[in-house]
């Protein structure tokens, strides 16, 4: 596994962040809420929940105190950090979030009902059409194959 830059932030302070954030909007906590409680300013939860700063032990079990939760809680399991494919999906649900980041947010926003129409609408847009729909082009129109 490649060793993290001092600019990447660590794949495992990525995870803890997200799980902080997880936890504090299901909880409907506010940063700056969060912030007050932990004596720290909403811009350092922040950084705590993109993971590029890393959360400190005594921290940590603040943020679990107003959470009500247990930092094993806001941990990726033992298990996961080997598991290059959850890595590699922190990765990219990480660069996601850097493109496009309220895309989560307002994912989370929606009735359960509108997600899975979005979901099902979303494969449907990447699964390979029949034969029979494919167009080919010649350069000016497109055709039908048959």
């Not at 990525?14 to 997880?22: D, E, L, T, W």
């Not at 929940?49 to 679990?64: H, P, T």
């Not at 359960?112 to 979901?119: C, D, F, G, I």
């Amino acid at each position: 596994m490649p060793k993290p830059s001092r600019t990447t932030p660590h794949i495992v302070d990525v995870a803890v962040g997200a799980n902080i954030r997880q936890r504090r909007r299901a909880l409907k906590i506010s940063q700056e809420a969060l912030a007050e409680a932990i004596a720290v300013t909403f811009q350092q939860v922040q950084k705590y929940e993109r993971g590029a700063n890393r959360v400190s032990a005594s921290c940590l079990f603040d943020i679990c105190r107003v959470l009500k939760c247990h930092p094993a809680d806001l941990m990726p399991p033992p298990d996961w950090y080997g598991d290059e494919k959850a890595m590699k999906w922190m990765s990219d649900a990480r660069a996601l979030h850097v493109l496009h980041p309220r895309l989560f947010e307002t994912l989370m926003a929606l009735p359960e009902e509108n997600l899975r129409l979005l979901v099902a609408g979303l494969q449907a847009l990447t699964a390979e059409p029949p034969a029979k729909e494919k167009l080919i082009s010649n350069g000016r129109n497109p055709e039908l194959i048959a």
